[in-house]
């Protein structure tokens, strides 16, 4: 068994492999950058990779971004969405 060959009945998602532009500043590990430099850089790279991956007309991904969670209710035992904020309180009937 390979690691670069799935076994009959199991499909991979395509990759793909970009070449950036020459001169484009990469970086490992082993340097001690200031956040803000290495956000700089960072900034650049991801812009690169961006312009280049849309040059080579690679598709968007369409998988579905939903965030939400379910949580059981307490009142009823089943799963309702938990989005947006917290219902607002009753008011007190405290004088």
Do not use: V
Request: charged share 20%; hydrophobic share 25%.
């Amino acid at each position: 068994m390979t690691l670069t060959a799935p076994e009959p009945g199991i499909t991979r998602p395509t990759s793909w492999r970009l070449e950036l532009p020459a001169g484009t500043f990469l970086l490992n590990d082993n340097q001690r950058l200031h956040f803000r430099t290495k956000a700089k850089h960072i900034e650049t790279i991801r812009d690169a990779s961006c312009l280049t991956a849309r040059a080579a007309r690679i598709p968007t991904s369409n998988a579905p971004t939903s965030t939400t969670s379910s949580t059981p209710s307490p009142a009823s035992g089943d799963a309702t969405p938990a989005t947006g904020p917290p219902p607002p309180r009753p008011p007190s009937t405290d004088s």
